[in-house]
């Protein structure tokens, strides 16, 4: 199985001296926001333990959708090469300075001056890999974590949408989603459904503001409840979230409602979930 440590090689870089990098969910929210931003985010690095100790080279991940067995996913950002590091003062700027990106972190913090390695600019974007089963192992060696290849994609393009009935994303996700994506979901209104990760259970809401499915989700992601009782009483949890029922433009708010109190009562969730009313 092709993997992509082979392409590290093919592309003149030693798989001992190169770290694997999957950044976390700020990083993708900042790779979506430009090249640029990202390699100023990924140039500050906890002193402790740095993911660049010992390295030459960086090739830099985000996070990609989970397997069906449960298994992650990165999507290839890019790769630099490691120049040179130093303690942040707070007054020297890295190499790939962006003034958007300023680390004001209290703990001991290193800048490191990085450099993207143009022969890896062709595959950003589109190679997907399976990273494995523990989003704590974040930063490994090259050769000795060979990482098979899931998906070669035509293009760096976003994925389509998939469309109300088929999409299925985890809540804390969506302001991280591609830009065509959220602006389907604020096209619309209606009843949607969370369920949660840990407990299963259910709590089915409806959007009736402007900008629709996309407003009401990002509240949930911003602080786990959006204003419900019982989900604030359960603490911040991840919630899948899909689409029940889109609203017609002509619906009013009480129609919504109507609507919205159906599927409660179809799905158990005041009795069983995590509706309160």
């Not at 069906?68 to 090469?81: E, K, N, Q, S």
């Not at 994303?169 to 949607?192: C, H, I, K, T």
Request: hydrophobic content about 40%; glycine content about 8%; some cysteine.
């Amino acid at each position: 199985m092709f993997d992509f440590t082979e392409i590290v090689e093919r592309l003149g870089l030693a798989p001992s001296t190169t770290r694997l990098l999957r950044h976390d969910r700020i990083g993708q929210a900042w790779l979506r926001n430009g090249r640029d931003r990202f390699g100023a985010f990924v140039s500050y690095q906890f002193a402790a333990n740095s993911p660049y100790a010992k390295a030459e080279a960086a090739c830099h991940f985000v996070p990609g959708p989970t397997t069906p067995d449960g298994r992650l996913t990165a999507l290839f950002a890019g790769a630099t090469r490691i120049l040179g590091r130093r303690p942040w003062t707070g007054v020297e700027r890295p190499a790939l300075h962006h003034p958007d990106v300023i680390e004001t972190s209290e703990s001991p913090i290193e800048v490191f001056d990085l450099a993207w390695i143009d022969a890896f600019e062709p595959w950003e974007h589109r190679v997907l890999i399976d990273w494995g089963g523990s989003a704590r192992s974040w930063s490994q060696w090259a050769d000795r974590q060979r990482k098979p290849i899931l998906e070669l994609r035509a293009t760096a393009a976003d994925p389509p949408f998939p469309g109300f009935v088929d999409f299925l994303e985890n809540v804390r996700d969506v302001p991280l989603l591609p830009q065509a994506w959220q602006a389907a979901l604020a096209s619309v209104g209606g009843v949607y459904l969370l369920a949660c990760l840990d407990s299963g259970r259910l709590y089915v809401g409806s959007a009736t503001g402007a900008e629709g499915f996309l407003s009401r989700w990002t509240s949930y992601a911003a602080d786990g409840h959006g204003g419900n009782l019982l989900l604030r009483q359960a603490g911040k949890r991840d919630y899948l979230v899909s689409v029940l029922e889109v609203a017609s433009p002509s619906a009013s708010p009480t129609d919504l409602l109507t609507r919205e109190s159906f599927w409660k009562r179809r799905l158990g969730t005041r009795a069983h979930g995590l509706n309160a009313n």
